[in-house]
């Protein structure tokens, strides 16, 4: 079984600061992982995934995380956030191979402050 | 390329009653799966179609069911329904053959009340 901790569930931010949203997850075994944003009334776009490889993954809108195995973690970071970045955030994880489902965290609203 | 549609966008049923929701994958995919967010929390997977078989499912009574047809596209059914299933209802869909990882993209949801 697999399960996902997102710790904060609200970071407020200042326009042009940096971000950090965190992600712990737990598995017993190989896993995918991923951040998804969901903005208001629509579904989920994916942010970037780790599959393997370099454990730090860049995604779309200057998003980056990092993955680290002994800690479980995988958080997400952006170094300068804008006003257009607040929506929700999600930290999800599947089985290792394809079409697997996913399992996600409780989410953690980014709201970006003028 | 359309993307993941779903209909009805929203949908008001009464307590007891019984449901359905529809989904189109994207072009060329053939994985369907459903997923309930209901509000303030994240997604929770029901089930995965597949080849007209639902070959997954996750943590949810027998009043969750689907189907798959032979163009890919999918519906969720919900009988009985509780005033705990109002959430918001996600299609994604797949490619499952191919590369060892396939992405889900989802679809707008259907906002589901339950009075």
């Known amino acids: 079984a697999q399960s996902v901790t997102q710790l904060d569930s609200q970071v407020p931010v200042f326009e042009e600061a940096p971000v950090e949203l965190r992600c712990n997850y737990s598995s017993s075994v190989s896993v995918y992982l991923f951040w998804y944003v969901q903005y208001p009334n629509q579904g989920l776009q994916l942010l970037l995934k780790?599959?393997?490889?370099?454990?730090l993954v860049k995604g779309i809108n200057g998003f980056e995380a990092e993955f680290n195995k002994s800690q479980t973690s995988f958080h997400l970071r952006k170094p300068s956030v804008h006003i257009s970045d607040t929506a929700e955030y999600f930290c999800a994880v599947s089985g290792s191979g394809s079409a697997r489902q996913l399992t996600f965290g409780s989410g953690t609203q980014l709201t970006v402050l003028p | 390329d359309a993307g993941v549609t779903q209909s009805p966008t929203h949908l008001i049923k009464t307590r007891g009653q019984q449901v359905t929701l529809r989904c189109s994958p994207k072009?060329?995919?053939?994985?369907v799966s459903w997923y309930q967010q209901a509000l303030g929390q994240g997604p929770q997977f029901i089930f995965q179609y597949y080849e007209e078989e639902e070959r997954q499912r996750g943590n949810f009574p027998d009043r969750f069911s689907g189907h798959q047809f032979p163009n890919y596209s999918s519906e969720l059914n919900v009988n009985a329904l509780l005033l705990g299933d109002s959430a918001l209802y996600l299609c994604?869909?797949?490619?499952?053959?191919?590369?060892?990882?396939?992405?889900?993209?989802f679809g707008p949801g259907t906002r589901l009340t339950v009075l």
């Open positions: 994604a869909s797949s490619l499952a053959l191919g590369s060892t990882y396939n992405e889900q993209f």
């Open positions: 072009s060329g995919h053939d994985t």
């Open positions: 780790y599959l393997s490889g370099s454990t």
